[in-house]
């Protein structure tokens, strides 16, 4: 059943959908205005944040696949940029589900063209597309991924990065989510030492897919007890 508008929608720091933790991104020097398309439920949802370096080994490749078909199955919400070729890939593949995604590209969404599959999410409740950046911003730069990045890294419960090069903008980036004491987890693979060599907890995608679930959990019962009180 069709029912959400592919019209644009604009949150403010007041609303009540908007994300608590983004009022204090250090990335942005006020608290942005989002503008969005799609289902604003979908923010309240424990989300894992998928990252990846544009080049990444083969075998990470194929071990990041079958992980997004497992959170696909799982109905684990999923948050990316899904900008470089791998994250592409995956949210290719997270649209052949049903479970909950949250795309955040790095330029405004005013005049976004959306491929009929995305159209086709939105309109089934389980895609929104967000952005903090308005319509003077129509291009991604590599400016705007950076602060993108640090949006999805405040909203998202977990985050998970695939590959990081040696001297890549994403190393830097999983090293500042180190430093933050995020929750950042990468495959348990000898192919990914950069990672590790951070103190990035490598996990199975079995492991991947129950914290998220243990995650959900907790959440859950957190907002039930709020509600039990209120």
């Known amino acids: 059943m069709l029912t959400t508008s592919l019209n644009l929608q604009t949150i403010s720091s007041e609303d009540l959908a908007y994300p608590t933790a983004l009022k204090t991104c250090a990335a942005f020097r006020t608290t942005p205005v989002l503008t969005a398309i799609g289902n604003l439920e979908l923010l309240s949802q424990n989300a894992i944040a998928l990252f990846c370096s544009t080049k990444c080994p083969g075998d ?9 078909q497992a959170l696909r ?11 470089t070729p791998l994250e592409q890939d995956c949210l290719k593949i997270l649209l052949r589900g049903t479970q909950p995604i949250i ?4 330029r ?11 159209k086709q999410a939105i309109g089934e409740n389980r895609l929104l597309l967000i952005s903090p950046f ?16 640090e949006m999805i890294g405040a909203i998202a419960h977990t985050l998970f990065i695939a590959y990081a ?32 060599a951070q103190g990035i907890v490598g996990l199975g995608i079995d492991a991947i897919v129950q914290r998220c679930l243990d995650a959900q959990i907790s959440h859950t019962q957190k907002v039930a007890s709020i509600d039990n009180v209120d």
């Not at 308005?134 to 990045?149: H, Q």
């Open 60 to 68: 990470l490749i194929l071990k990041t696949y079958d992980l997004a």
């Open 103 to 106: 795309h955040c590209p790095a």
């Open 134 to 149: 308005n319509a003077s911003y129509p291009r991604t730069t590599s400016e705007l991924a950076g602060k993108r990045n």
């Open 108 to 118: 405004s969404l005013h005049k976004i063209h959306l491929p009929p599959e995305q």
């Open 165 to 196: 090069a040696p001297n890549s903008k994403t190393l830097t980036f999983a090293q500042r989510l180190i430093a933050a004491e995020k929750s950042v987890i990468t495959l348990d693979s000898s192919i990914n030492p950069l990672l590790q």
């Open 73 to 83: 199955e799982a109905n684990i919400t999923v948050t990316s940029g899904f900008h």
